[in-house]
């Protein structure tokens, strides 16, 4: 039985063409996918289709066999965290409570549980947040909220996150720490996808790819053999390299 299965996945806006066409993929175990592809390509869409934050116009998502269209918000909320790209404002909660917010698929009332607490702790502890960890969410810079939400995606337990362009607000230190932080939390078993236009970083720290172009699935393998330069560039439409340290580490670049 394969943790996440998409079928012939497919899902278009009212009568427009289809933002995400027949998608399918089988994902047995915890690791990282990234997902890549240009502005449009459809990377969003699919997120929102696995998260059930739409429902498939075509094909089905299905968690440990199960179809994701059959389950209630609560009971799909405890398998997949999904980080939006876009960040939220005018949030009047301290950052500790915007982590803790993670834990409501699991409520059982109106007081945490040790369990709870736990994993705030964890959450907290794992995107190095302690430093501010009582200041007020508005206050924090656009890198500081991104790792705030990632927070409460792993403070909420799901074994799947999903992550829409996380780094888009971070610094180079921000960047390494974040895919740090993702290496730990597929170390402990979660299945992570993550949206990026970090080609580079995604090439040196997923174990596979999903390249997308116009809303379909045009690769899906390990990192070196889904990033073929022609193909790149036939997406992208611009010139792919691949580079070698003195140390022997492979390095994706672009441009002419």
Known sequence: MSLLALNSLGYRYGESQFAVKAVSSMLNSAGIIALLGPNGAGKSTLLDLIAGLKTPTAGSCQINGRDTSSMTRQELA??????????????????????????????????????????????????????FRHRPFSSLSGGEMQRVLLAAATCQGAEILLLDEPSAHLDPENQVLLWEMLVKLKQSGHLILIATHH????????????????????????????????????????????????????YLNYGR
Do not use: Y
């Not at 939220?88 to 549980?113: K, Q």
């Not at 997923?206 to 116009?214: A, E, K, Q, T």
């Not at 990192?223 to 580079?243: G, I, N, S, T, Y």
């Open 199 to 250: 080609l580079s970083l995604a090439a040196q720290h997923s174990d596979r790819i999903w390249l997308m172009n116009h809303g379909a699935l045009v690769a899906d393998s390990e990192a070196c053999a889904a990033l073929q330069l022609q193909a790149m560039e036939d997406v992208f439409r611009v010139p792919f390299h691949w580079h070698k340290s003195d140390e022997g580490r492979l």
């Open 78 to 131: 405890r398998l997949v965290a999904h980080v939006p790209q876009q960040l939220p404002n005018e949030v009047p909660f301290a950052v500790e409570d915007v982590v803790m917010t993670g834990r409501l698929p699991h409520g059982g009332g109106i007081f945490e549980s040790a369990e709870d607490e736990a994993a705030l702790e964890r959450a907290i502890a794992n995107a190095r947040l302690e430093a």
